[in-house]
Structure formats: C-alpha cells, structure tokens
C-alpha cells in the first residue's frame, strides 16, 4: 500500500492547479417558522482553471443539506435529490427558485428574515468553500413589501 501512495504522489508535484470556486448572492428563504426544511439560493462561479465539483453543503442552522432540482413533470412541481454540481472552468451556475437549489433539512430553527447564514460548499478535491447567506422572505431584494 505504501509503495502505491508514493507511486502516485509525484504526480501532483507538476503545475498547481488553481482551484477558485467563487459565491455570490447566497440567500435562504424564511418560511413559516414551524416548517422543519427551506432552501437555500446562491450564484456559483468557477474563477480557477480547473473543473470544480461540489459533493456536499453545510449550514450551522440545519443538520443536512442536500443539492436538489425542481423540475415539471406532468404538469407537476418536483424536487430531485443531486449527487453533486459540476463546473468547468469559467462556467456561471444560478441556484434559484424553480430551479437547483440547496435544501435545508432539519432546521433547529427557521431563520428569520435579516439574519445571516453561514453557509459552505464541499469540494471533491477536499476543499471547501464559504459564504454568508442573507434570510429572506423572496427572492428579490426590492420586493419585500407585499400587497394587501
Ligand atoms: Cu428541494
């Protein structure tokens, strides 16, 4: 086993891949405070030169969070559960409602609206990177005010 490991490591002493997985405009919605799960949206891009693989996400508000997809199926709204998000490099991925977004499972609590989230991403290569996710109602900043 060891020989293995030493076969193989000499390999990484070529080029540094540069792996910079950058994210932007993270929020979580706040739904009613008795829902145990919500959901999280942020905008994901890859600065570096290598593909960038997110296997796994983590909050401190929530025991789990999956990476989900809605998609119409039959006229009808459902999530699918992702193993992971790719992105080669260069490449802009929007996380936001109706679409792929992270799911917040049991929520000690439901966050309110003006708190603040942290919030990271699991990598495939070990890293990880973070963020601060702002608590709102919906998605667009300007649109808090509801009509009556
Ligand atoms: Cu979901």
């Given at each position: ?15 540094q ?6 994210l932007?405009n ?94 990271c991403?699991?990598?495939?290569s ?19 005010h509801?009509?009556?």
């Amino acid at each position: 086993m060891a020989a293995l490991v030493a076969a193989i490591l000499p390999f990484a002493a070529g080029a540094q891949p540069n792996e910079a997985l950058e994210l932007k405009n993270a929020w979580v919605r706040a739904l009613p405070p008795l829902q145990p799960n919500t959901s999280a949206y942020l905008t994901l891009i890859n600065r570096g030169d290598v593909p960038v693989a997110i296997i796994s996400g983590s909050v401190d508000v929530a025991e789990k969070v999956e990476i989900h997809r809605t998609s119409e199926v039959d006229g009808l709204m459902r999530m699918e559960q992702l193993e992971g998000l790719s992105l080669a490099p260069g490449e802009q991925v929007e996380l936001a409602p109706g679409g792929t977004h992270l799911m917040l499972l049991e929520l000690a609590s439901m966050p309110a609206p003006g708190d603040e989230i942290g919030l990271c991403l699991q990598l495939a290569s070990g890293g990880e990177v973070c963020t601060v996710a702002d608590v709102r109602k919906s998605a667009a900043a300007n649109n808090q005010h509801q009509h009556h």
